[in-house]
């Protein structure tokens, strides 16, 4: 084990939390650090160990994960990471945020000599808890190919996207993609209601028929719009991510004006 490099990893919620437990059981030193100590309690009974802030951390490990939720939260951790990093570390970024941000924080790491790499995963706690999450990569070839034996501890399917950025672009689409689906999905039973459907048999008929999704599946598991309130802002901020990079473009005007009814409901505008 004392060759195997030493990871740092920074955001303990639904998702990261799993992907954390995965790196400790595939036999890597693990250190984190939180902003609430107490949730760090069963990760270091499992082998982890605690850095008493992110400074420490980042002084100490050669590849350091990132898992919060958004652009600000990235920044003020990697702000802290930069001046505690040494050259030949890599800073990996799981978070869903502007492409164009990433692209801005790779150049300030690789004026410093840290390696950059953006890999948001897709698929959940679930998935992170069984391996088997999604990741998609934005960096070099050489910055990926040192990350992917960490990646693998919690991943099934591992893609290099394109040069640093490109793995965000790819998971802004994918779930603005998502969010749309489940727009089409509400849509669909409302004008089945409005034929006097039934929404129990016509759930079941979609999800059987050429008209089934993923989207459409998560949404007939909901009794209301409203049961989605867990992940209705996050893919409403992921829509928006994309209407960013994209404010003119047709193809994103139309996913977001898909998923806006369906994520306005589920957020209880």
Known sequence: MSGMERIGF?????????????????????????????ALAPFLANGATAAPDIAALG?????????????????????QLLPAMRPGSRIVIHSTILPDHCVALAERCAA??????????????????????????GGTTKTYEAARPVLESFAGLIVRMGDVGAGQRAKIVNNALMAANMGLAHAAMEAGRALDLDDAPLRDLIKASSGRSF???????????????????LLRKDVGLLMTSLPDHAGAESLSQAATPFLAAACGD
Do not use: N
């Open 10 to 38: 920074i955001g303990l919620g639904s998702q990261g939390g799993p992907m954390a437990e995965r790196i400790t059981a595939a036999g890597y030193p693990l250190k984190l650090w939180a902003r609430r100590p107490d």
């Open 215 to 233: 989207g459409f599946e998560v949404y007939a598991r909901l009794p209301t719009p409203g049961a989605f309130a867990h992940g209705a802002p």
């Open 112 to 137: 410093r000599g840290i390696a950059f790499l953006d890999a948001p995963v897709s698929g959940g706690g679930p998935a992170a808890a069984a391996g088997s999450l999604t990741v998609m990569c």
């Open 59 to 79: 002084s100490t490990c050669d590849h350091v994960g990132i898992c919060v939720v958004d652009d600000a939260g990235v920044a003020a951790i990697v702000e």
